[in-house]
């Protein structure tokens, strides 16, 4: 199986996320853009709810064909991780096109703005060795930590509990579904992962030692900033 980390960020480092329904909207384009069929009424806001089941029964008459399986992501106030499959053919370069574009024109229609909102096209690695295999997830899940603990990276958190519970508090990644906390469960396709970790309760076992030995150093060809 072929997996990649994928990321972009905003143009000059610009936010790309700046309030709860942005968040909103690009997770529900992850879900709406990864069809093969085609998309449906894209341009739902969230208005009524944030259940990305309430989508699926509302505009989806047929199953999804998936371009990609979305291991896991998160987000960030001005860029965005992924770790993809694809299950097509050129499935992650169609699914990344869907959603760059789709997003940039929502944010910009929203905020009045025009121009290019990324900073080019999206970054991609393959990964290639167990150790990148059985790292990359929890450095993705721990990006929030930069608002909260910068010097994470370096292990030199001052207070471990409280820095789990702020990526608890989290919502915009998928470290809660990994936890076993329904958040977007119907955005992510777990079982790869959540099989390496030995379930949900392996996963939230296992997420506390390895923030404690994280080595970026490991990670340097995949993390792409």
């Known amino acids: 199986m072929l997996l990649y980390h994928t990321l972009n960020r905003g143009v000059d480092k610009r936010k790309i996320f700046l309030d709860k329904q942005d968040h909103l909207r690009f997770i529900h384009d992850l879900f709406v853009f990864n069809n093969e069929l085609g998309t449906n009424n894209v341009h739902y806001r969230f208005?009524?709810?944030?259940?990305?089941?309430?989508?699926?029964?509302?505009?989806?008459?047929?199953?999804?064909?998936?371009?990609?399986?979305?291991?896991?992501?998160?987000?960030?106030?001005?860029?965005?991780h992924?770790?993809?499959?694809?299950?097509?053919?050129?499935?992650?370069?169609?699914?990344?096109?869907?959603?760059?574009?789709?997003?940039a024109k929502y944010f910009n229609q929203k905020y009045k703005r025009s121009g290019t909102l990324f900073e080019g096209r999206y970054k991609s690695v393959a990964i290639k060795n167990d150790q990148h295999f059985s790292w990359l997830p929890y450095y993705v899940h721990f990006n929030p930590l930069d608002l909260y603990e910068s010097l994470w990276?370096?292990?030199?958190i001052?207070?471990?509990?409280?820095?789990?519970?702020?990526?608890?508090?989290?919502?915009?990644?998928?470290h809660l579904d990994y936890l076993g906390e329904k958040n977007f469960p119907s955005v992510t396709q777990?079982?790869?992962?959540?099989?390496?970790?030995?379930?949900?309760?392996?996963?939230?076992?296992?997420?506390?030692?390895?923030?404690?030995?994280?080595d970026i150093s490991i990670l340097k060809e995949t993390t792409l900033e």
């Open 82 to 103: 992924m770790i993809l499959s694809p299950q097509t053919d050129n499935g992650v370069s169609r699914f990344m096109k869907k959603v760059n574009m789709g997003y």
């Open 153 to 156: 990276r370096k292990r030199e």
């Open 47 to 80: 208005y009524k709810t944030d259940n990305i089941n309430d989508i699926a029964s509302r505009y989806f008459k047929k199953p999804r064909k998936l371009l990609v399986n979305i291991h896991l992501f998160c987000l960030m106030p001005n860029h965005y």
């Open 158 to 174: 001052k207070n471990y509990k409280k820095s789990l519970k702020f990526l608890r508090s989290y919502r915009w990644s998928s």
């Open 190 to 214: 777990r079982k790869l992962f959540l099989d390496f970790f030995g379930g949900e309760s392996g996963y939230a076992k296992s997420v506390e030692e390895h923030l404690k030995n994280i």
